[in-house]
């Protein structure tokens, strides 16, 4: 039984309409899954280019578990480190030119342990207003003040370390792909104010990794910045078609990591099929492969946003993620249902995962997705 402020807090959300429902689906990942039953056009999964059920990738991990069992044991400290995971790291660092990498059981686990182990009181963390849960919780567990910028807007930073009080270290943070919104900040800039006002600077490319750059290694290395980023956050769960979270930076902040971040040192490492998935997926990604799956990602990316364009609806993106901003919750749902009845499974994003009046469908598009699954999506706006 549930009372008092927790029960209030839900009735309040239900009243809103803002109540969350968790969807069972009954089939692997991909551009068609089965939904409550019933077969869907999904619009809405991170798996860009398809590499949550890709036969390379999927093998891998069969022939881990095969060798290495399933679980880890214990947090990698105690129990010693599977090779696979420490293969990983040595891999990453290579692919994402810094010093030392480390992996950790989720990208939320990396935002919040790196920042929370990082930075403490008396230190300022500048963080873009849009930022991710994830950075948002790191910054206020570990006890430093927060500043927000204005979302990928380099002068409201400038101002704001401008006028900070001298002492404390400081750290700026931003995403490389906005995963809400599907933009990219102005890095170059950012990186350029963070060096002239003696900030160290974070840049967590969950939805860029895989994608933009040079063979995939992410929005930093596209924006030719990867020298002036300290902090280098990826994801496996989103192009990498799997799970984990890596961090790449010098030598001396991933041993300080390992020493001091409380979601590495307490908790089970992730079962080693992770890892060895992530090599495989990895070389996928820097492949001819890698390659085709970014060209078709991107082509029915756009194909999608003209599409949407002809219909009248506004939008604008670069990336794989379209979002179709409707402003009110219930219109977004009532816009999702619509969607949901003609085939297409693509959730309403509603407060407090965005702003209030921003609610909409973020629609993430997929290497996988066919010309007819786009055409769809035009099909039931008309
Ligand atoms: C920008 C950003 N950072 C971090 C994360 C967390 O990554 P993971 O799903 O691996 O925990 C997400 C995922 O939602 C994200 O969108």
Redesign the pocket.
């Known amino acids: 039984m549930t009372s008092g402020p927790f029960d209030e807090r839900l009735r309040k959300v239900e009243e809103e309409g803002l109540f969350r429902r968790i969807r069972p689906i009954d089939s692997a990942q991909g551009p068609t899954t089965m939904l409550d039953g019933a077969e869907v056009v999904l619009f809405s999964s991170?798996d860009y280019l398809g590499l949550c059920s890709h036969p390379k990738v999927t093998h891998a991990a069969v022939e881990c578990v095969k060798r290495y069992g399933w679980g880890a044991g214990a947090a990698r400290l105690l129990a010693g480190s599977m090779t696979p995971h420490m293969e990983l790291e040595r891999r990453m660092a290579q692919f994402l030119d810094k010093e030392a990498a480390l992996l950790f059981n989720?990208?939320?686990?990396?935002?919040t342990g790196v920042l929370a182990a990082m930075m403490g009181r008396g230190d300022l963390i500048f963080a873009d207003k849009l930022?991710?849960?994830?950075?948002i919780d790191g910054a206020r567990q570990c006890g430093a003040k927060l500043a927000r910028f204005a979302h990928n807007d380099s002068e409201s930073l400038e101002a704001l370390l401008a006028k900070a009080p001298a002492g404390g270290r400081r750290l700026v943070v931003t995403?490389g792909?906005?995963?809400?919104d599907g933009d990219i900040p102005p890095l170059k800039w950012i990186a350029a104010i963070a060096r002239r006002h003696g900030a160290m600077l974070m840049v967590?490319d969950?939805?860029g990794f895989g994608l933009f750059g040079p063979e995939g290694r992410g929005t930093i290395h596209m924006a030719g910045i990867a020298d002036e980023v300290d902090i280098h956050?990826v994801?496996?769960?989103?192009a990498m078609g799997g799970?984990?979270?890596v961090v790449a930076a010098s030598r001396r902040i991933v041993d300080g990591l390992v020493n001091f971040s409380r979601p590495f040192i307490y908790s089970t490492a992730i079962p080693p099929a992770a890892p060895a998935a992530a090599l495989a997926a990895l070389d996928i990604i820097r492949g001819r492969e890698g390659e085709e799956l970014r060209r078709k990602l991107f082509k029915n990316a756009e194909m999608a946003v003209s599409l949407l364009r002809g219909r009248g609806l506004k939008v604008d993106s670069k990336t794989q993620i379209v979002p179709v901003v409707v402003g009110g919750s219930e219109e977004a749902s009532a816009l999702s249902s619509k969607f949901l009845k003609g085939g297409i499974y693509a959730p309403a994003i509603r407060p407090p995962t965005v702003p209030r009046g921003t609610a909409r469908l973020r629609l993430s598009i997929t290497s996988g997705h066919t010309e007819e699954n786009i055409k769809k999506l035009g099909a039931l706006l008309g």
Do not use: R
Request: glycine share 14%; no cysteine; aromatic share 10%.
């Open positions: 991170n989720t990208g939320y686990a990396v935002n930022s991710h849960a994830s950075i995403e792909v906005f995963s809400m967590d969950a939805h956050v994801t496996l769960g989103k799970f984990g979270g």
